[in-house]
Every structure is written in C-alpha cells, then in structure tokens.
C-alpha cells in the first residue's frame, strides 16, 4: 500500500476514534457551563435564607456605632482592620506595628485593581465594609443582642471586606433591595455572605431584601 493511502487510512481511524467518545454536555454549543462551587454557594445560602424570618425594619432609635464597640477590635495582635487588609490583599507589605503599609486589592464590588499605599490622603483609597452593615443589622434584629455579641458582629471576618472606597460610601447602610457590587460576577458571594451573617447573628430580612437575595440566588 502506498504511503499517501497509508496517511488516508490513519486519519479515517483516528476519526471514527473520535467519533466513538462521548460527549460531555458541557462541550455542546450553547450548553451552560456551571461552576459548581458557585452553585453549591447558591444551594446553601438559599437553605440559610429560607431559615430567615421575614419582618419590617425596626425603627433605628437608639443606633449609634458605640452601640458595636469603640472602633475595632485587636486580634493575634493586631487590629481586625490591618488582619482584613492582610487577608484580602496581595503582596502586602507591614510594619513593624502590624499595620499594613502597602497591597494590591483586587476589589470584589467594582472588579477594580486597587494599588493601596498607607497615608493620608491614601489610606481610605481601601475600606473595610460590613457586608452586613451596621445600622441595617440594628434594624433587623442586632438591637436585641447583647453588647458583646454586637462588638463580635462588627468585627466578625465573616462580616468583613476590603473594598473600594468610593463603592464603600455609596453602599452606605443599604441592604442588598437598594444596592449591589456594580461588578455582577461578585453578586452571588456578596448576597450569600450577607445570608450567612445574618443566620449566624439571628437577625432577619424584609420582604424587599429576601426578594432581591432570592432573585440574585436564582441566577447563579
């Protein structure tokens, strides 16, 4: 057999090889592909926001930032602010006072890379959001925990972010009804961080907030 019909020959059998093996849904034109850590995000905040009361806000008497301890609190120590910042930045760069002087953020709420510097007029450049804020919490059930479980709530990791800070001050005291990341590929773990906090503090949701946590949770 001549060699040109020998190629001919090798290549018919490596295509009937090919047409052999099955073929993964995935790999079929439009066929969704899914991130299953994110859908298994999804399944559990879905449970935990089922297992959330749903009640009006309760009026904001009585709230001030005092009412969740005087600022931050320290931690292995440092201060849970510097710990948040080690945690969420890279290439992070201290001082010998375990403050952090210098990061790279890549922020989850605009999908921004944020070059942090410590100083002045930079440091806020970076915030620490309560993904659950504060005055929210208060409104949703916080009034009705003890002062220690409500300086454990403001310092909590779980409840904690660094951010950009412009995206942070615009966020303000919202909850998830009235404001979301602009960066749409965060939706799902902010939404779901949100849930997980106010499981593990007992707070509860209002109907507009469980619809915008449900309609986010739909779409992961």
């Known amino acids: ?24 849904s995935s790999d079929l034109p439009g066929s969704p592909i899914i991130d299953d850590s994110q859908s298994e995000l999804s399944v ?3 449970q935990q926001l089922a297992e959330l009361p749903t009640k009006g806000r309760a009026p904001k008497t009585g709230y001030g ?6 600022g931050w609190s320290t931690a ?3 201060d849970v ?3 948040v910042l080690r945690r969420d930045l890279k290439n992070v760069v201290t001082n010998q006072d375990c ?19 410590r100083g002045a007029l930079t440091s806020d450049d970076v915030q620490i959001d309560h993904v659950v804020a504060l005055s929210n919490a208060w409104q949703t059930g916080a009034q009705q925990l003890d002062y220690s479980e409500r300086v454990a709530l403001a310092n ?9 800070g412009p995206a942070n001050e615009q966020k303000s005291d919202s909850d998830a009804a009235s404001w979301l990341p602009a960066n749409k590929s965060f939706r799902c773990s902010y939404v779901s961080r949100q849930i997980a ?18 309609r986010i949770l739909s779409a992961c």
């Open 76 to 78: 292995t120590g440092c």
């Open 197 to 214: 906090v106010k499981k593990k503090y007992g707070l509860w949701v209002t109907r507009p907030e469980r619809d915008a946590m449900s």
């Open 81 to 83: 602010r510097n710990n």
């Open 156 to 164: 909590d990791p779980l409840n904690l972010l660094a951010v950009d």
């Open 1 to 24: 057999m001549s060699p040109y019909r020998l190629r001919r020959l090798a290549i018919v059998v490596i295509l009937l090889v090919i047409a052999a093996l099955p073929i993964a």
């Open 65 to 70: 930032r005092e009412q969740f301890g005087d």
């Open 44 to 46: 559990k905040a879905s």
């Open 99 to 117: 403050k952090v002087v210098s990061g790279t953020l890549n922020d989850p709420y605009t999908g921004r890379t944020i070059q942090f510097k």
